[in-house]
């Protein structure tokens, strides 16, 4: 049970001068903070009078004791704050769930609002999560995603996702990804309803992070979508745009596929040949880097991961290397065990690394978006060719393994 009151207190002592009783009942502990000048919520538990204790009366097997168990209060200032500044605030979209939301004062240099104030503790006693870091949108679609409240965050549903990760809270990987609670409908800005994915904060823990996101797999594209043999001269001009010299004669009278294209592309990157490809890293205290597309040749990709790892401690470095490296190598033993691994091809996933200055460490699978069934087992281990849907996965995991063992 939640009780909520109005107290100020240091000690045991009051703000009015008024002593409070711990072992006073709540009922007349709560009556002895109202009108104070902050507010406490209170979590309460009964359990029966025990006989053998000389200061109570006998137990008739109907009396029952009450035990303040919880007690969090929060300062009065922070409402009296939320209400001048709730007067200018555009309201939050409608929410259809119970949990809370944050809303965080990001001006540069502006003092911490009643909005990330309250946010922790509230956060905090009712999950037992706390934020302790804006959310990061390294890549994908931009919109896609809403920071929550209490260690969670809201991703725009797809039926692929959606389908993935309904699979993966009953498969060996369930601790190698994001958790996921449940779907909420969200109202965007023309009043319709949109699903999102109700998803654990990865961010949740950490003390200015850094993090990287890493693509895998040798393809990011579905097979089904370069099924079409239609030539088109839409995509020739993306072709030569990025790269003049490389379509035929014939091509260039002519246009070219949609698989002829998307193979092209996937060959500008380390996709094709590493079985990966950086996205993004963001170090502590800096903006997010992302113009990897062309960064191909494996030297380059070593270079960029060994930027990703903190320059000036040799003791946090090892530390970060060594805990990511034991991650990846539980990842890969759970890849080979997992049913859902071996029964789907996992299309534009990422693995998320985050470290702190404390040394924690954390890797995890995310972005299932283009994750799909399959009739036929997979080894995830061999080259694709069409019609084999395999995808490479675990090429780019050992890939990755060797050359962070290096860094």
């Known amino acids: ?22 072992d006073a009942a709540p009922d007349a502990m709560l009556a002895m903070l109202t009108g104070m000048t902050s507010t406490a919520l209170l979590t309460t538990q009964t359990r029966p009078r025990s006989a053998s204790n000389s200061h109570e009366a006998p137990f008739d097997g109907e009396r029952e004791a009450n035990i303040l168990s919880t007690a969090l209060v929060i300062p009065n200032s ?31 240099g502006a003092l911490p609002s009643w909005r990330t104030l309250l946010q922790s503790p509230l956060g905090s006693f009712l999950s037992g999560v706390q934020s302790q870091y804006p959310f990061i949108q390294l ?17 725009k549903s797809s039926a692929l996702e959606k389908a993935a990760y309904e699979a993966l809270m009953q498969d060996s990987l369930k601790d190698m990804v994001p958790l996921y ?27 200015n992070p850094s993090v990287m996101d890493v693509k895998m797999g040798l393809r990011t594209f579905l097979e089904s979508e370069v099924t079409k043999t239609k030539r088109r001269m ?31 592309r996937e060959k500008l990157s380390s996709t094709n040949t590493l079985g990966l490809r950086i996205e993004a890293i963001k170090l502590a205290d800096e903006a997010p880097q992302n113009k990897f597309q062309r960064v191909k040749m494996r030297s380059d990709v070593f270079k960029l991961l060994e930027s990703f790892f903190p320059p000036s401690d040799a003791d946090l470095k090892r530390t970060v290397r060594n805990k ?17 691994f071996k029964n789907h091809e996992l299309i534009g996933s990422s693995l998320l690394f985050i470290y702190d200055s404390t040394g924690k460490v954390g890797v995890w699978m995310i972005d299932f978006g283009k994750t799909s069934p399959v009739e036929h087992e ?22 990755l393994v060797t050359m962070i063992g290096e860094c």
């Open 378 to 399: 997979l080894a995830h281990d061999l080259p694709w060719r069409l019609g084999t849907q395999e995808d490479g996965y675990l090429i780019g995991l050992d890939n």
């Open 78 to 108: 922070f409402f009296e704050q939320a209400i001048e500044e709730s007067r200018n605030v555009v309201p939050p979209p409608a929410v259809n769930d119970d949990h809370l939301f944050a809303f965080s004062n990001t001006s540069k």
């Open 139 to 155: 890549a994908g679609h931009k919109g896609n995603f809403i920071s929550g409240q209490g260690g969670i965050i809201y991703k």
């Open 324 to 340: 990511i490296i034991q991650r990846l190598n539980s990842l890969r033993q759970k890849l080979v065990d997992s049913h859902f």
């Open 1 to 22: 049970m939640i009780r909520a009151s109005s107290t100020a207190m240091t000690d045991s002592t009051a703000s009015n001068g008024n002593h409070v009783d711990a």
């Open 234 to 264: 839409d995509l020739l001009g993306k072709m030569m745009k990025l790269e003049p010299d490389e379509p035929t004669e014939e091509e260039k009278e002519k246009g070219i596929t949609k698989l002829r294209y998307m193979i092209f």
């Open 181 to 207: 609670f449940k779907t909420v409908s969200l109202e965007d800005e023309n009043d319709g309803m949109v699903e999102y994915l109700e998803l654990q904060d990865l961010l949740g823990g950490f003390v």
